[in-house]
Each structure stands twice: as C-alpha cells, then as structure tokens.
C-alpha cells in the first residue's frame, strides 16, 4: 500500500461518510483517491467546472462561494477535516454551482466522481451515505438561512465562532 493509500485509507474509514463501509468499497475508494494539498487562497475548483471529484478535508478550511450575477461573492460554507462536500453537484450529473478556495493550507482527499456513482449505483448503502450528508448540509443552509432572517451581524459572528470552535478542545 502507497503512502498516500495509508493516508487516505486510515482517515477515511474513520469518517462518517466511509465508516463501517464494506472492506471492497472503501478499498476501491481508497485505490482511486488522491491526496492534494492547496494553499491558502488557492482556488480548487471554479463555479460551473464539470462536478468529477468528491472532496474530503483531511486538515484546514475550505470554502466555498457562489458568483452573483453582479460579480459579488457570497459565501455558502466552510468546511474543515472530516466534512465531504460535492456530492449534490455529482448526483446532479452537472457542474460545480460554487467555487472551493483553501481558507487556509488545506489537504483533501480527492475521489473520483465516477468511482462514486458507479459505487452508489450497485450499494444503497453508499447511496444512503450520500443522501445523509446532502441532508446534513440542507439541514445546515437552513439553520444559516434562519440565522440571517432573525439575527444582526455580530450573532452571527458569534454563532459562527461557536460553529468553528465546536469541536476544539480546551
């Protein structure tokens, strides 16, 4: 096994997404996935790039972002290890809607999108995984959607910083 296969195998199967997943699959995820690092600002994908990789942060934030049709930047998340994102935009069978910048010096494990459709096609299990993690993120654009209607700018602040520190320790 590659450096990077241990890696990327070691963490993912500690990850929601993979845990518990059929020692098969996660080994032809792991086989297929690509570790990357980017710096910080450093754009890893672009909105309406073709939607070929799903993400998994392995250290550092990651965020993305939505062009307006003005040309203003709106940010839709921030992701740091352990999160998985692109998989609505895979499913979709389209393009990126969003751009992904490193926040930060930031490692993510890459996986091929096909890997992962042609998996979900024949495991309801990895497709339930899927659906969990676009839930969770719906569930999450709800909580931020409710958090602009009802808050002023210095709770959300607050409440992002609560977010981010979460699962700090001390």
């Known amino acids: 096994?590659?450096?990077?296969?241990?890696t990327a195998g070691k963490f993912l199967k500690d990850i929601?997404?993979?845990?518990?997943?059929?020692?098969a699959d996660l080994a032809s995820f792991v086989s297929a996935a690509r570790v990357r690092e980017?710096?910080?600002?450093?754009?890893?994908?672009?909105?309406?790039?073709?939607?070929d990789r799903l993400f998994v942060v392995l250290s550092?934030?990651?965020?993305?972002?939505?062009q307006t049709g003005e040309g203003d930047e709106a940010v839709v998340a921030l992701f740091t290890r352990g999160d998985?994102?692109?998989?609505?935009?895979?499913?979709?069978?389209?393009?990126?809607?969003?751009?992904?910048?490193?926040?930060e010096n930031v490692r993510v494990v890459e996986i091929p999108a096909k890997l992962l459709k042609e998996k979900a096609?024949?495991?309801?299990?990895?497709?339930?995984r899927v659906m969990e993690s676009m839930s969770r993120e719906i569930r999450n654009q709800q909580m931020n959607n409710e958090h602009i209607?009802?808050?002023?700018?210095?709770?959300?602040?607050?409440?992002?910083l609560l977010r981010l520190s979460s699962n700090m320790l001390g």
């Not at 096994?1 to 241990?6: D, F, L, V, W």
């Not at 910080?40 to 672009?46: A, F, P, S, Y």
């Not at 209607?149 to 992002?160: D, K, T, Y």
Request: proline content about 4%.
């Open 1 to 6: 096994m590659s450096a990077i296969e241990n």
């Open 16 to 23: 929601p997404f993979f845990k518990g997943l059929g020692e």
């Open 84 to 103: 998985v994102f692109a998989e609505a935009a895979i499913f979709n069978g389209s393009v990126y809607p969003y751009t992904a910048e490193a926040a």
């Open 149 to 160: 209607a009802l808050m002023n700018s210095a709770q959300r602040v607050g409440c992002l």
């Open 121 to 128: 096609g024949k495991n309801p299990e990895i497709l339930r």
């Open 38 to 51: 980017y710096h910080r600002q450093e754009q890893m994908l672009h909105q309406g790039d073709a939607a």
């Open 60 to 66: 550092g934030w990651v965020k993305l972002s939505r």
